[in-house]
């Protein structure tokens, strides 16, 4: 079954559709043509090709017309610098009839296989960017050569709470061996979707011949016409359907298990499925995929993934409320107030992205020296990976240097203080600063949770400061909070919102309200787990009761990451703002002062105790909670912070809650960041009366 041409426009009216148009071309040595089906759908490498209906109408229609020609060979390439990267997810998102979602299941698969079952041999001349369905485009094809240029080679599926839905499940595993499709379709989609480079996919054998890309698909044509000609012959790994597909699907389920504790339909399915794919029955291996994405497309657990996916890659890009860039100064120098690991990672950041003086001041000269020192340290090891070249590392470190004398920051722009979290100490920083920078030098704090407006309340120009939050570690987490103080001027946040995004990072303007948005949330849930246990629940069951949200961390070993003492001080400054809704826990304080860092303590096998030392200060009361209680008082709690967080207008929408959970937390895409799983689950009516997002928007449309 496939759309016609009026269907498919029917289906999805918006679709940016990618046409597929044939042309025969002449290769030496082979008496016929090949016939050459190239992929573009109008736009730029910027706007990569997708599949909706039209689209995979259209590569239908151009599959006619190869066949109807009798070539020597088929074969499938794309645009500059793109392949194709999956399914058209817009068009998916309105999704909501039954009929419909079988037939965008079945049509993929009908079309795909074409090339499978063809007797002429078909090729996929892989010229970029090849993901989700795209890559099961190229799998679906006999033979496939790739560009050396590749940036991006993936599965995404999983990480969206998907699968692929187009015979990847079934192709992969049979063409590279369960263990690696178990690598590429599960492990790194559930690792932040993790890419595949060049090399990786070449060792795995996904493709068969990587050439250069100046002359990509001359090579390519040149190739297949060795292969037509039996001049190449392409070696296929023998396939372990026996013990090894077994260990595969194993280490599949507990990799899915440990990532998502059950609450990612989509991932479970992919295992399902990457299990049939030992019978190696493409009918029935197929048909198992058409049910499971009729179905799973029309799941509001997709539709938060898709609604992740979204927030991430159109909301992150225009910041809610962020002035006209046009304002924004040019940043020629940074200082950097601080030489401690946080400040240390910020001075990497910015001269690896800006390429401009990064100037590092502490109190004595070894730790300004321990700061420099770690930052060349890290270039080193760029250098060291092959990631920039020994030119690059020395003007990089050339560029950073530390001083004693704040005078140094004469000429800076831009001085973020990353010192002791503590207002006068902040305050004081501050003060010195402005008797040596310019008044238009913008003054910047990666304060966790105090006042913007309070630190800048002494200054003589406290409109040009602004707050300026990182997430630790600083290059794996890509969230920047910024923080408008009461006086901040729109040049100043506009220069902070430029420089976030030549950062590479995801800006959210944030409200100056205490903790802003990232770690309010996450002290208020971790106040009520840390209740819990005060109150008598064992620490492994009030622990993990928030185990099916499958979130990255447990709460305890969140506090274990951050460090007890700033979840301490971060919990006082909120108790002080909010003393009815955030408590500090006695036993906590009991915990930093012994100069514990964990409750958790593992052995060699793995198995999670509490450490004794820890059981034996921690004052617990008779009053155990079950973990569904533990886990109703938690959400109830996030449910209601969150409203009171937008009814104060910390920021604009709850989409920015969102993105923040998704970006600042690693809180899993799949989940929606936490606002979905909270309208779904019903917890957000149960507690404020509403829904927090508008029917649709990250659900099945009604």
Same mark, same amino acid.
């Given at each position: ?50 599949? #909706? ?15 109807? +020609? ?29 009929? !419909?979602? %079988? ?25 970029? +960017? ?61 690792? *932040? ?33 060795? /292969? ?8 296929? %790994? ?28 989509? +991932? ?23 049910? $499971? ?44 107030? #601080? ?12 001269? %690896? ?44 470190? $050339?560029?950073?240097? #530390? ?33 040596? /920078? ?52 729109? $040049? ?6 430029? !420089? ?60 274990? !990451? ?43 096998? @793995?198995? *999670? ?9 921690? *004052? ?43 970006? #600042?937390? @690693? ?36």
């Amino acid at each position: 079954m496939t759309f016609t041409a009026e269907q498919a426009k029917a289906a999805f009216p918006d679709e940016v559709v990618t046409k597929a148009v044939t042309r025969l071309v002449r290769v030496p040595g082979l008496d016929k043509p090949v016939a050459l089906i190239t992929l573009d759908n109008g736009h730029d490498h910027t706007r990569p090709s997708t599949f #909706g209906p039209q689209g995979l109408a259209s590569l239908n229609a151009a599959l006619d017309e190869a066949f109807a +020609a009798e070539p020597t060979a088929i074969a499938v390439t794309g645009k500059p610098f793109i392949f194709a990267v999956g399914a058209d997810l817009s068009g998916v998102e309105a999704v909501s009839d039954p009929a !419909l979602a %079988r037939e965008i299941a079945e049509t993929g698969h009908t079309v795909f296989r074409r090339l499978t079952d063809s007797k002429i041999p078909t090729f996929a001349f892989v010229n970029g +960017a090849v993901m989700g369905g795209g890559l099961e485009l190229a799998l679906s094809c006999h033979y496939r050569t790739l560009s050396e240029n590749t940036a991006a080679i993936s599965f995404p599926e999983v990480f969206l709470g998907l699968f692929p839905g187009w015979g990847g499940t079934q192709l992969l595993p049979n063409l590279i061996g369960p263990d690696a499709a178990v690598t590429v379709i599960i492990e790194n989609a559930l690792n *932040q979707n993790k890419m595949l480079n060049v090399a990786k996919a070449a060792e795995l054998g996904i493709v068969d011949e990587v050439l250069g890309s100046a002359d990509f698909l001359e090579q390519s044509l040149a190739w297949l016409a060795k /292969v037509v000609n039996g001049e190449v012959t392409v070696q296929r %790994r023998e396939i372990d359907r026996g013990e090894a597909w077994d260990n595969a699907i194993a280490r599949a389920r507990s990799i899915v298990d440990g990532k998502t504790h059950g609450a990612s339909p989509g +991932a479970a399915k992919a295992v399902e499925l990457l299990e049939l794919a030992r019978n190696n029955d493409l009918d029935a291996g197929y048909a198992a995929e058409t049910d $499971a994405l009729a179905e799973l497309l029309l799941d509001d657990t997709l539709r938060a993934g898709l609604y992740s996916f979204n927030l991430v890659n159109k909301r992150a890009k225009r910041p809610a409320g962020a002035p006209d860039k046009s304002l924004a100064r040019k940043v020629g120098k940074v200082g950097v107030v #601080g030489a401690g690991l946080m400040a240390s990672q910020l001075a990497l950041l910015f001269v %690896r992205r800006l390429k401009v003086p990064v100037v590092l001041t502490d109190v004595d000269q070894a730790r300004i020296d321990k700061g420099v020192s770690y930052v060349h340290g890290e270039v080193d090891k760029l250098q060291a990976k092959l990631r920039i070249s020994p030119d690059e590392a020395n003007r990089l470190k $050339a560029l950073v240097s #530390g001083s004693l004398d704040k005078a140094a920051f004469a000429d800076a722009d831009f001085v973020i203080e990353a010192v002791f979290e503590e207002m006068g100490v902040k305050q004081q920083v501050f003060g010195e600063l402005e008797s040596y /920078v310019s008044p238009e030098a913008i003054l910047a704090t990666n304060t966790s949770s105090l006042s913007v407006s309070e630190m800048a309340s002494k200054l003589q120009h406290p409109e040009r400061v602004v707050g300026f939050h990182f997430f630790n570690p600083v290059a794996v987490l890509p969230l920047l909070e910024i923080v408008r103080g009461e006086k901040t001027d729109d $040049a100043s946040l506009a220069t902070a919102f430029a !420089l976030g995004k030549q950062l590479k990072k995801s800006s959210v303007l944030v409200k100056d309200a205490p903790a802003f948005v990232v770690n309010r949330l996450l002290l208020r849930f971790l106040g009520e787990v840390l209740t819990a246990i005060d109150e008598g629940t064992p620490f492994d069951v009030a622990d993990h009761a928030l185990d099916p949200l499958g979130l990255p961390m447990s709460p305890l070993v969140l506090t274990q !990451l951050v460090g007890p003492a700033i979840a301490l001080h971060v919990g006082e400054t909120l108790h002080a703002a909010f003393p009815d809704r955030f408590g500090v826990s006695e036993n906590l304080k009991r915990f930093v002062d012994s100069g514990k860092t964990a409750v958790w303590q593992w052995d060699s096998s @793995g198995q *999670q105790t509490v450490d004794p030392e820890v059981a034996e200060l921690w *004052q617990q009361g008779d009053k155990p909670s079950t973990a569904e209680e533990v886990r109703e008082r938690a959400l109830s709690a996030i449910a209601e912070e969150i409203r009171i967080m937008l009814d104060e207008g910390v920021v604009a929408e709850a989409q920015d809650i969102d993105l923040c959970l998704i970006l #600042g937390a @690693g809180w899993p895409f799949w989940l929606g960041g936490i606002t979905p799983y909270l309208d779904r689950t019903g917890i957000s009516t149960k507690v404020n009366g509403k829904p927090f997002l508008a029917p649709g928007l990250a659900s099945v449309p009604a």
